[in-house]
């Protein structure tokens, strides 16, 4: 399918793909639905073998969670990686009446969740490591992946917005605030999730 070919070519000519994905007008559902319910695979399968196989560091021990705890998280992961993933389109598509994007509704709509389907790739791509979760190892290949979408950001709305590079530089930092708040507000409802219960159990190791 060609939509699925964006994610390789996001990757290796982001440029020439941008443009590619602006041409396809496909609708909300076909550029959301054929890309995000399978990345998000990738973070929570591979976290779950992750921290229930292959164990991670903490105070100096190695530990694991319990097959229970982790399909717990690894589920509710998984749904708040989509509506993540959503709700950033959602506020790409408000903002661009703000700055004017031209054409119609449908368009827009496209446009907005086609940015943040693929800016949000290589993050996606990038959590593979988690099948092995060490601390630094995880925050290297995330960090370096949050770099390059960052830099999808400032490179796909020109071209995808159709807009000049004044105007689609203040957009891509407004799309950059609401990515980082989205992040914070994440990280706050999983200390709730935690507080109330729904937080990791760990196996218990007999000598």
Known sequence: MRLLSHTIGILTNPEKEWKAI????????????????????????????????????VGGHMAKLTPESAAVLSVVTYFALLAGVYCLGEFINWMARSYRVEGDESTRHYEGTALAVFITTPIFLASIVVL??????TMAAVGIAGIYSIYLVFAGIPILMNMNKDRAF???????????VMMVTVLIGSVILWSVGI???YQHHTS
Request: aromatic letters at 18%; a positive charge.
């Open 132 to 137: 092995y979760p060490h601390p630094w190892l």
């Open 199 to 201: 937080g990791p159990v």
């Open 170 to 180: 203040l957009y891509a930092c407004s799309v950059l605030t609401v990515a980082l």
């Open 22 to 57: 602006r041409a396809d007008r496909h609708s909300f559902f076909v550029v959301f639905v054929t890309h995000i319910p399978f990345l998000a695979l990738i973070p929570t399968v591979a976290g779950y073998f992750g921290v229930t196989r292959v164990g991670f560091q």
